[in-house]
């Protein structure tokens, strides 16, 4: 008999559910935590009633059998060799659903969409490459647990605006192997035909947004949250920095506006303002430390 079940548009086949179903046990009722999600009993983590204490470790000697068994093997093998590696693996699942323990999700969730990507870097992996399985299976995991989290965030963003932003990133990852380095902005525009500021807007709409209290570094006494790396640009003393800036700037000659507009506007060198405005690079350089030395001055 095939069964599925549903994790939001997410199917997973009956021979993998045991992992996610609840445990019921009467005598410890007091212990299951009702709303889901990992929860510590007699100090063992358990999550989707599974006990992560118990579960099994493959060596990568193990893993390369039970692979090349998938591959090469009749149907009843590659089917235990499948089951055996998915069982093997899922501490690999729960090491990463670990990086994302702050953005509110249920664990219960993304254990499940994790073990989705697991089951598809098995059946991707390429056994002739000389990479180790875990450094192929951690990117699929955290891909799929991404794009599970952009397609199910409290942010809707409509379905051609993903695929454009998708497809940027496929173009990306192309370009940036076959010319060993990263496309611009245009290029990427040019391979989809769409204008580059489409496909800056795409790729913005599917970043990820994070809550002003995710914390960015801890000490283990004192925990930085992005909230604390964020200015304020309407504080007092800002504002009146930014008045002295404009007067001291208003002080200088003109010739002197000229250069420092050219040259930190413009992102121009000293050579190009030279040939622009008509005068030596030597003298462009002294005018424009002198001018720089009259705003510190003011300031």
């Given at each position: 008999?095939?069964?599925?079940?549903?994790?939001?548009?997410?199917?997973?086949?009956?021979?993998?559910?045991?992992?996610f179903v609840y445990s019921v046990n009467n005598n410890n009722n007091n212990n299951i935590n009702k709303n889901g999600g990992i929860h510590l009993l007699y100090n063992k983590v358990e999550i989707c009633g599974v006990n992560t204490s118990k579960l099994p470790v493959l060596s990568e000697e193990r893993k390369q059998q039970l692979l090349n068994i998938i591959r090469n093997g009749s149907p009843s093998q590659s089917r235990i060799a499948r089951e055996e590696m998915i069982n093997g693996n899922l501490r690999l699942v729960l090491s990463v659903i670990q990086r994302f323990g702050n953005r509110g999700e249920n664990p219960d969730d993304l254990f499940q969409v994790g073990c989705i990507g697991l089951i598809k870097a098995i059946d991707n992996f390429n056994c002739n490459k000389d990479v180790r399985f875990s450094t192929y299976g951690v990117p699929m995991i955290i891909g799929e647990i991404r794009r599970h989290l952009r397609d199910y965030n409290s942010i809707r963003v409509s379905r051609s605006l993903r695929d454009t932003a998708y497809r940027a990133m496929q173009i990306k990852e192309k370009m940036t192997i076959e010319n060993n380095q990263e496309p611009t902005v245009e290029e990427i525009a040019q391979k989809l035909e769409v204008s580059k500021e489409f496909v800056v807007i795409a790729l913005e709409s599917i970043v990820e947004p994070i809550s002003l209290y995710e914390p960015v570094f801890s000490d283990g006494i004192d925990t930085i949250y992005v909230m604390d790396q964020l200015g304020d640009t309407n504080d007092e003393q800002r504002w009146l920095d930014k008045i002295a800036l404009k007067e001291a700037i208003y002080s200088l000659e003109k010739r002197e506006k000229i250069i420092l507009s050219l040259r930190f506007f413009k992102g121009k060198t000293q050579t190009e303002v030279a040939n622009e405005i008509g005068i030596s690079q030597a003298q462009v350089s002294r005018l424009e430390k002198a001018a720089l030395a009259k705003i510190k001055k003011e300031l």
């Open positions: 008999m095939h069964c599925t079940s549903k994790v939001g548009m997410i199917y997973i086949p009956t021979c993998f559910l045991y992992f």
